[in-house]
């Protein structure tokens, strides 16, 4: 069974640019995330798909940050205009979701790594 | 606030030793807690999930749970080097709730 696939796997831009990153979940997992991991830190959630639906966007800068999961599979992460901060590790994971109750396993994808120069 | 709390390290254990994570929660009510393994440079790779009280173990692994103390831990029998990694400590509050991840414990295994 295949894993979570991401897109690219490095990046390097100038600030001001944009950037996207694309991921593939695991067949038949409905709930997708992202996530962003600073150095030294633990993975923190910027957004949480069921399906296409946004469950949970809280923590997503809106201002320059968007995302979709137009048919429920693929997604992509996308930031316009890149700032120096945004500098990290932009992780893609999936699960089957609320169909698997507690028993919500994720699973990453390799992840994308952004220097924003 | 939910928070999961984790000793960031390093810890270091010689060759063979058991290495013993800790991970303490905020939230009583959490359901499911997760460790991860994450090498220098590399995601984070599912290696134990555990639900209930108690111990589960996995080959060389073994997760602990107390939910009245709010303590999960992680247990690595016959330690080899190629256990040197980040664990990361993960729970999930409630169901259809956000995992929340504890910022890991360094662990290195001593030759």
């Known amino acids: 069974e295949a894993g979570v696939v991401q897109s690219p796997r490095y990046k390097i831009i100038e600030k001001k640019q944009p950037v996207a990153f694309w991921c593939n979940p695991i067949?038949?997992?409905?709930?997708l995330y992202w996530y962003l991991q600073n150095l030294g830190q633990g993975p923190e959630l910027l957004i949480r798909?069921?399906?296409?639906?946004?469950?949970?966007d809280s923590q997503l800068p809106k201002d320059r940050f968007s995302a979709e999961r137009l048919k429920g599979v693929d997604s992509t992460l996308k930031i316009q205009p890149a700032e120096l901060g945004d500098s990290a590790v932009y992780l893609c994971?999936?699960?089957?979701?609320?169909?698997?109750?507690?028993?919500?396993?994720?699973?990453f994808g390799p992840g994308t790594r952004l220097t924003v120069l | 606030q939910k928070e999961v709390e984790q000793n960031s390290g390093p810890l270091s254990v010689p060759e063979g030793a058991i290495a013993s994570l800790n991970c303490t929660y905020s939230d009583r009510g959490s359901q499911s807690f997760f460790w991860y393994r994450q090498y220098s440079g590399k995601s984070p790779e599912l290696i134990m999930s555990i639900y209930s009280n108690g111990d589960k173990e996995d080959g060389r692994f073994t997760a602990q749970l107390n939910k009245a103390s709010q303590y999960v831990s992680l247990l690595i029998r016959d330690s080899q080097p190629s256990d040197s990694a980040t664990y990361l400590c993960?729970?999930?509050?409630?169901?259809?709730?956000?995992?929340?991840f504890g910022k890991g414990t360094r662990l290195h295994i001593l030759p």
């Open positions: 798909y069921e399906n296409e639906e946004a469950v949970d």
């Open positions: 993960a729970v999930n509050p409630r169901v259809g709730d956000k995992i929340i």
């Open positions: 067949s038949g997992h409905n709930t």
């Open positions: 994971a999936s699960s089957l979701g609320l169909a698997a109750g507690s028993y919500n396993e994720q699973f």
